[in-house]
């Protein structure tokens, strides 16, 4: 039987019969818009969380965190120094498998930033000129800090995008180097501005003609609230102030060891893994440069962005699978209703299959026909299943967070309408073997 034939036949019959066609095909259309949007969901939180993964220093950046030390070394815990700038010098010299040393000092969230009579108040860190890489900043005006600003304890500060735009509100797209701002009354003068940072959705949303710093600021003008989130990467970058380490130590802080030496603790210790395949090797290379500065005291360990990278697809992976088998239960839905119109449709045909058989149709023939016209109940109900889902998915991105905003991908598209071609097909097999095993005789006495 020619292919295009059955097509013909099954387009009619869908035709003559529109809206029991479109009540079999609503269970293959919601299944495939549930499917392409829990498709959709997945993708946008995965890329959201692999973009924040990559602004907050990527696979390669290790954490250095404080811990108890193990239960052996419990009553010899005081002779470990801690993190200092000591472990931050050690492994600049002694760890030749990592590529950066970034040692952080902080102040509070509650620091005072002032200019003229403005006031913020955000957290300041204190420094070294490899923070800037070890965190993915991008500069956008003027320079870093560098280590003879550290060297010689200068009061010099880079501050985020959105820090000069809060300070200097009525003054679009001003650049304030060279101006001075206060930190807790301290003057420092700015000698750089960071880039603004934001997710790819978030530059996908923005509206046209506005710079996302410029749309903060009319957002402020208008007195609107905007939620503010401190623990966002992108925020905390825009709102980054960065001053060198030993100037906040000098102005800040003043604590001494007992024998009179300055005690240089830090808040946060990152590195970097110059090679990615030598990631445990560089991770033993670090513990035994530490074990020597902590005088084998084991009192700190790793926080790696690799856990972090496989715990993101594995909850992608389980994500996806649970919400696959709820939308194949929708498309298993709709593919019993299809079989079940088949049926029907063929007690209706059975004089009309066994003319057929009479003047020379084969039971080949009348099974493609019939498994044709189910196959075309789930191509158009696929295709009206991917318009559906295109609204959905316009309704979720406005509900959903920029950076989690839902994203269809072509092979998202292609799985979720092969899987309602597959059910429309499979679920004619049946009704087509039922039909092609027709007796012509009796069916041409049928009715």
């Known amino acids: 039987m020619n292919f295009w034939f059955g097509l013909l036949i099954g387009l009619k019959e869908i035709s003559a019969h529109k809206f029991r066609s479109f009540l079999t095909m609503l269970g293959i259309i919601l299944g495939v818009a549930s499917l392409l949007a829990m498709f959709a969901l997945t993708e946008g939180v995965a890329r959201g969380m692999r973009e924040n993964l990559a602004a907050s220093g990527g696979v390669e950046r290790v954490e250095i965190n404080n811990k108890d030390p193990s239960e052996e070394n419990q009553d010899l815990a005081f002779l470990s120094p801690g993190r200092t700038l000591d472990d931050a010098e050690a492994l600049r010299k002694g760890a030749p498998l990592v590529s950066l040393v970034s040692p952080e000092m902080n102040l509070g969230n509650n620091t005072a930033i002032s200019r003229s009579n403005i006031t913020i108040r955000l957290a300041t860190t204190g420094a070294c000129p490899e923070y800037l890489e070890v965190g993915k900043y991008e500069l956008a005006e003027g320079r870093m800090i560098s280590q003879i600003d550290v060297d010689r304890v200068t009061r010099v500060v880079v501050i985020g995008a959105s820090v000069a735009g809060e300070l200097w509100p009525d003054t679009p797209d001003y650049v304030p180097l060279g101006e001075v701002i206060r930190i ?53 970058k825009n709102h980054a102030i960065l001053v060198p380490i030993s100037t906040l130590f000098n102005d800040f802080r003043t604590a001494s060891n007992a024998d009179g030496t300055p005690n240089w603790k830090l808040d946060r210790l990152s590195i970097s893994v110059a090679d990615l395949s030598l990631f445990e090797e560089t991770l033993n290379q670090v ?156 069916a041409l006495r049928y009715g």
């Open 184 to 236: 807790n009354g301290v003057p420092y003068r700015i000698i750089g501005t960071l880039a603004y940072c934001e997710s790819d959705a978030a530059k996908r949303k923005r509206a046209a003609g506005f710079s996302a710093v410029q749309d903060e600021r009319r957002t402020r003008r208008m007195g609107k609230k905007k939620r503010v989130n401190r623990y966002d990467t992108y925020w905390q």
């Open 287 to 442: 513990r035994g440069v530490l074990e020597r500065t902590h005088r084998g005291i084991d009192d700190f360990g790793f926080d790696t962005r690799e856990e972090w990278f496989d715990n993101i697809e594995s909850s992608v992976r389980a994500t996806r699978t649970s919400g696959s088998l709820i939308a194949g239960i929708s498309l298993l839905v709709g593919g019993i209703g299809i079989t079940n119109i088949m049926l029907a449709s063929i007690t209706e045909r059975i004089r009309e299959i066994g003319v057929r058989r009479a003047i020379g149709a084969r039971q080949r023939d009348i099974f493609v026909q019939i498994v044709v016209e189910s196959g075309v109940i789930g191509f158009i109900g696929g295709i009206l299943g991917l318009l559906a889902a295109t609204g959905v998915i316009q309704l979720l991105i406005a509900l959903s967070p920029a950076e989690n905003a839902p994203v269809m991908t072509l092979s998202s598209v292609v799985v979720s309408f092969s899987f309602a071609l597959g059910i429309g097909i499979l679920s004619g097999l049946y009704p087509a073997w039922k039909a092609s095993t027709l007796d012509p005789i009796e």
